[in-house]
């Protein structure tokens, strides 16, 4: 059978309204079996739970499938069951004669309402930061334009220190003949103000923007810093404002946010419906928009599944057999590590008071079958984002967004675990920024937190995308580089330290710059990742020792601890 993503939503619905038809004898039949033996006076309670969860599942699935007058008929026949299931009336032959007489229904509604084809819907997709287009685009290629050679050299080679290619211009018509041509840049760099005019970069990039077929991301300088020239950047398009002088590590800021064009990871759903059609529909549905679905039919694999599937929402059925959803979403909110997993029920239940019992167990929201496929989309994305969001907080520093302390030890485990396995060596530096309190107490706590942004920012774009890198605590930063050698790693943070030595702050009025201090211990001369984390702290006591603003290697047969110099 053709996977959901292989096959367009229309063809995965066409084929699933099929199988739905198929099974609709076997289901009335399986109904037919439960009056026979509610009728021989038998397992009354429990039978009639089970009839009412074949009427319930007729009716939900018919009108997910575009069945109309089976859906109603079902839903007739869950009705008077959920009536005397509620006030616990007895079965009488009356009763029995009505639930015959809605099977009868059933049948014969099946030959009519077999209509081809529901109405075909789009294919969603998830919105993207940038369109997929812009991707192939070099993310790090800039245009820098400003009639100041000076000012352009040094943005240019203070942006380089963060990893950007910046190509200057000091003339509009330079600028003017290379964005006709191709590639184009990631961004563009410009002031507002030329020899030409007061507005002439804003009315160049206004003029010329919708030649492009792609967004060109544009940030804007001035000298100025009032209201009409904020404006002026607006009206052209600008998407983001410096006043000069520059600052650059928000500028940096600006640029890593408008390049980013790495399409988000696809959420993870879990889809969890003892009726298989319901669950592939639902499946088909929420991968034609881009996301990940795993599906499962028995509630028992749950636990099992969620082991290795690290899913951003669970959507379920609220009535299944042995487990209902209420049930199951309690179990999951009694394991701490799905107390705020996102649960949403698609069902057919329609009354109001089932539907807020089912929520008081924590679950997120209810969604009544039948239900748009856009609808679906939406509201499972919105709520895995905010999972996603929830997540990334907790296990991030607020002020950095690099991983916390204890996250950048458990995925320091995880490398060395990998390492073992794979039988390579990998690296962990301590990094420290140099007398970092002097900053704080000279500048302030916000040119502090300036430099502790600007160095994380440097450690995340220079470095590997295999590489982990962590705030340790305070003014200490944690990289974890795997697949290095004790050499490969000390060149590639030795310059990272001469770039990030060139970086200009500003703070009220005054420029100054930074350093940092690194020690790097190695795998598997070190055991394990506490021996990494001790000789590579003391490698790096050693480097603050000998003078600081330098990079030091571990050395195992000198464990005598150092005495912690000042930042």
Same mark, same amino acid.
């Given at each position: 059978?053709?996977?959901?993503?292989?096959?367009?939503?229309?063809?995965?619905?066409?084929?699933?309204?099929?199988?739905?038809?198929?099974?609709?004898?076997?289901?009335?039949?399986?109904?037919?079996?439960?009056?026979?033996?509610?009728?021989?006076?038998?397992?009354?309670?429990?039978?009639?739970?089970?009839?009412?969860?074949?009427?319930?599942?007729?009716?939900?699935?018919?009108?997910?499938?575009?069945?109309?007058?089976?859906?109603?008929?079902?839903?007739?026949?869950?009705?008077?069951?959920?009536?005397?299931?509620?006030?616990?009336?007895?079965?009488?032959?009356?009763?029995?004669?009505?639930?015959?007489?809605?099977?009868?229904?059933?049948?014969?509604?099946?030959?009519?309402?077999?209509?081809?084809?529901?109405?075909?819907?789009?294919?969603?997709?998830?919105?993207?930061?940038?369109?997929?287009?812009?991707?192939?685009?070099?993310?790090?290629?800039?245009?820098?334009?400003?009639?100041?050679?000076?000012?352009?050299?040094?943005?240019?080679?203070?942006?380089?220190?963060?990893?950007?290619?910046?190509?200057?211009?000091?003339?509009?018509?330079?600028?003017?003949?290379?964005?006709?041509?191709?590639?184009?840049?990631?961004?563009?760099?410009?002031?507002?103000?030329?020899?030409?005019?007061?507005?002439?970069?804003?009315?160049?990039?206004?003029?010329?923007?919708?030649?492009?077929?792609?967004?060109?991301?544009?940030?804007?300088?001035?000298?100025?810093?009032? =209201?009409?020239?904020?404006?002026?950047?607006?009206?052209?398009?600008?998407?983001?404002?410096?006043?000069?002088?520059?600052?650059?590590?928000?500028?940096?800021?600006?640029?890593?946010?408008?390049?980013?064009?790495?399409?988000?990871?696809?959420?993870?759903?879990?889809?969890?419906?003892?009726?298989?059609?319901?669950?592939?529909?639902?499946?088909?549905?929420?991968?034609?928009?881009?996301?990940?679905?795993?599906?499962?039919?028995?509630?028992?694999?749950?636990?099992?599944?969620?082991?290795? =599937?690290?899913?951003?929402?669970?959507?379920?059925?609220?009535?299944?057999?042995?487990?209902?959803?209420?049930?199951?979403?309690?179990?999951?909110?009694?394991?701490?590590?799905?107390?705020?997993?996102?649960?949403?029920?698609?069902?057919?239940?329609?009354?109001?008071?089932?539907?807020?019992?089912?929520?008081?167990?924590?679950?997120?929201?209810?969604?009544?079958?039948?239900?748009?496929?856009?609808?679906?989309?939406?509201?499972?994305?919105?709520?895995?984002?905010?999972?996603?969001?929830?997540?990334?907080?907790?296990?991030?520093?607020?002020?950095?967004?690099?991983?916390?302390?204890?996250?950048?030890?458990?995925?320091?485990?995880?490398?060395?675990?990998?390492?073992?396995?794979?039988?390579?060596?990998?690296?962990?530096?301590?990094?420290?920024?140099?007398?970092?309190?002097?900053?704080?107490?000279?500048?302030?706590?916000?040119?502090?937190?300036?430099?502790?942004?600007?160095?994380?920012?440097?450690?995340?774009?220079?470095?590997?995308?295999?590489?982990?890198?962590?705030?340790?605590?305070?003014?200490?930063?944690?990289?974890?580089?795997?697949?290095?050698?004790?050499?490969?790693?000390?060149?590639?943070?030795?310059?990272?330290?001469?770039? =990030?030595?060139?970086?200009?702050?500003?703070?009220?009025?005054?420029?100054?710059?930074?350093?940092?201090?690194?020690?790097?211990?190695?795998?598997?001369?070190?055991?394990?990742?506490?021996?990494?984390?001790?000789?590579?702290?003391?490698?790096?006591?050693?480097?603050?020792?000998?003078?600081?603003?330098?990079?030091?290697?571990?050395?195992?047969?000198?464990?005598?601890?150092?005495?912690?110099?000042?930042?």
């Amino acid at each position: 059978m053709a996977s959901p993503t292989t096959e367009n939503l229309s063809a995965v619905k066409t084929r699933l309204r099929a199988s739905f038809l198929a099974q609709l004898p076997p289901r009335i039949e399986q109904c037919r079996n439960s009056l026979a033996r509610l009728s021989s006076g038998a397992e009354g309670q429990e039978e009639l739970q089970r009839l009412h969860l074949l009427f319930h599942t007729i009716k939900g699935s018919g009108a997910s499938f575009g069945f109309a007058v089976i859906a109603e008929i079902a839903q007739h026949g869950e009705m008077v069951l959920r009536e005397i299931l509620d006030h616990h009336q007895p079965v009488t032959d009356e009763l029995l004669g009505v639930l015959h007489q809605q099977l009868q229904t059933l049948e014969a509604a099946q030959a009519q309402d077999a209509s081809p084809g529901l109405t075909e819907e789009p294919n969603f997709a998830l919105p993207m930061h940038i369109e997929q287009a812009a991707i192939d685009r070099d993310q790090r290629f800039v245009y820098l334009c400003d009639d100041d050679p000076d000012q352009v050299n040094q943005l240019a080679s203070q942006l380089g220190c963060f990893g950007y290619r910046i190509v200057p211009f000091t003339a509009l018509s330079d600028l003017r003949q290379a964005l006709q041509g191709h590639p184009l840049p990631a961004a563009i760099i410009m002031d507002i103000m030329f020899p030409e005019g007061a507005t002439a970069g804003a009315d160049l990039l206004l003029e010329l923007r919708g030649q492009f077929k792609q967004p060109l991301p544009t940030i804007f300088m001035s000298s100025r810093n009032d =209201f009409q020239m904020r404006l002026n950047s607006v009206k052209a398009g600008g998407n983001a404002f410096c006043p000069k002088p520059v600052n650059a590590a928000e500028m940096v800021e600006s640029l890593d946010y408008l390049t980013n064009r790495t399409p988000p990871e696809p959420f993870n759903i879990l889809i969890v419906d003892d009726d298989p059609d319901i669950s592939r529909l639902h499946a088909s549905i929420l991968e034609s928009a881009g996301m990940t679905c795993q599906v499962v039919n028995v509630p028992e694999q749950v636990l099992e599944v969620l082991e290795h =599937f690290r899913a951003d929402l669970v959507l379920m059925d609220l009535y299944m057999p042995h487990c209902s959803g209420l049930e199951l979403a309690s179990l999951l909110r009694q394991i701490p590590g799905f107390v705020s997993l996102p649960i949403i029920y698609v069902s057919s239940e329609t009354n109001e008071a089932r539907q807020f019992k089912a929520l008081e167990v924590g679950a997120d929201g209810f969604l009544v079958k039948p239900i748009s496929s856009g609808r679906m989309i939406e509201e499972v994305r919105l709520r895995a984002e905010r999972m996603r969001t929830l997540r990334s907080l907790m296990i991030r520093d607020s002020l950095t967004g690099l991983f916390n302390h204890n996250t950048i030890l458990q995925f320091l485990e995880l490398a060395v675990a990998a390492a073992r396995r794979n039988q390579c060596s990998l690296c962990f530096a301590m990094i420290d920024v140099d007398f970092f309190k002097k900053v704080n107490d000279q500048y302030g706590h916000a040119a502090g937190d300036q430099v502790l942004m600007a160095l994380s920012r440097t450690l995340r774009l220079r470095l590997r995308e295999s590489d982990l890198v962590g705030r340790y605590g305070g003014e200490e930063f944690a990289v974890v580089l795997t697949d290095s050698t004790l050499q490969g790693a000390k060149e590639m943070l030795e310059q990272l330290r001469l770039d =990030f030595s060139r970086v200009q702050f500003y703070a009220e009025g005054q420029e100054f710059h930074c350093t940092f201090s690194a020690g790097i211990a190695e795998f598997p001369t070190c055991a394990d990742s506490r021996q990494l984390a001790e000789v590579a702290d003391r490698a790096l006591y050693r480097a603050k020792h000998e003078g600081r603003n330098r990079v030091a290697l571990m050395c195992v047969e000198n464990q005598e601890p150092l005495t912690n110099p000042s930042s």
